[in-house]
């Protein structure tokens, strides 16, 4: 999301995902503007769901952790969501799970006619409901801040009651030798729920996410149809998962 952003707006959010808190009279002095014109970036960043102005100033509308992850990688993360659009045709019915890689493919549907989405995230959420073409069906479930997710027994009942042709899921950290691995146990149980339910699922994930493992393993990289990644991969680790009888796909 934040490609959306100029320049003045990016220092705003940065210094927000840094402190995360700013005041008009401190950004008005760093920028060397007057604080009318602060007031006003505020006030257009708040409308599109950036920050949450308050008394003298502001604050994120996101956890800090979503805005870092947001601000990482951006280009490849745009690149790889492109690339998970082009597989959706017209009519499909998918499932997108939470997370600032997975949450732009909604933004890539733009020209696709009646989709519908399965989504636990409300960042997916934030991009479908500008395309009058994208009907959207919410999980439920308990919200998790740091994730921008619905997660818990709600969000797994939900899932677990649909059918659909494709699941774009993602991940903290993939390794051949312990596969998708994430942080949190509640978010492990959504990607199956929706591997179960999906006729393809593609995993979403940036090549830095390569050779990194968090806390819970989630699926054998096996499981899933195809991994869409960016070109930084390492073509020893390109041949190492080829070799191991899986579909990546890497886009520039």
């Known amino acids: 999301m934040t490609e959306d952003l100029n320049e003045r707006e990016r220092i705003i959010l940065n210094k927000l995902s840094a402190e995360g808190s700013v005041t008009v009279t401190a950004m008005a002095r760093e920028l060397g503007l007057s604080e009318v014109t602060i007031r006003g970036d505020l006030k257009a960043m708040e409308d599109r769901?950036?920050?949450?102005r308050t008394r003298g100033g502001a604050a994120p509308a996101f956890h800090r952790d979503i805005l870092e992850r947001q601000q990482s990688r951006q280009e490849e993360k745009n690149a790889i969501a492109r690339r998970a659009a082009e597989l959706v045709r017209n009519g499909d019915v998918i499932?997108?799970?939470?997370?600032?890689?997975?949450?732009?493919?909604?933004?890539?549907?733009?020209g696709k006619r009646d989709i519908h989405i399965v989504t636990n995230s409300t960042l997916v959420f934030a991009y479908a409901r500008m395309n009058p073409m994208l009907q959207i069906?919410?999980?439920?479930?308990?919200?998790?801040?740091p994730t921008e997710s619905l997660v818990g027994p709600v969000a797994l009942d939900t899932i677990s009651r649909l059918n659909v042709r494709l699941a774009f899921v993602g991940t903290d950290g993939f390794t051949l030798e312990r596969g998708m691995?994430?942080?949190?146990?509640?978010?492990?149980?959504?990607?199956k729920a929706m591997k179960a339910r999906a006729e393809t699922t593609a995993l979403l994930a940036d090549?830095?996410?390569?050779?990194?493992?968090?806390?819970i393993s989630v699926l054998p990289l096996a499981e899933m149809d195809v991994i869409i990644t960016?070109?930084?991969?390492?073509?020893t680790a390109v041949e190492e998962l080829t070799a191991a009888g899986i579909k990546i796909e890497s886009v520039n």
């Open 207 to 215: 090549s830095g996410k390569f050779g990194r493992s968090g806390f």
């Open 95 to 110: 499932m997108i799970e939470a997370g600032t890689t997975t949450a732009l493919v909604a933004k890539y549907l733009q």
């Open 137 to 145: 069906t919410m999980t439920g479930g308990e919200f998790r801040r």
């Open 230 to 235: 960016d070109s930084g991969l390492t073509e």
């Open 181 to 191: 691995t994430t942080h949190l146990v509640e978010g492990a149980e959504i990607v």
């Open 49 to 52: 769901g950036w920050l949450n």
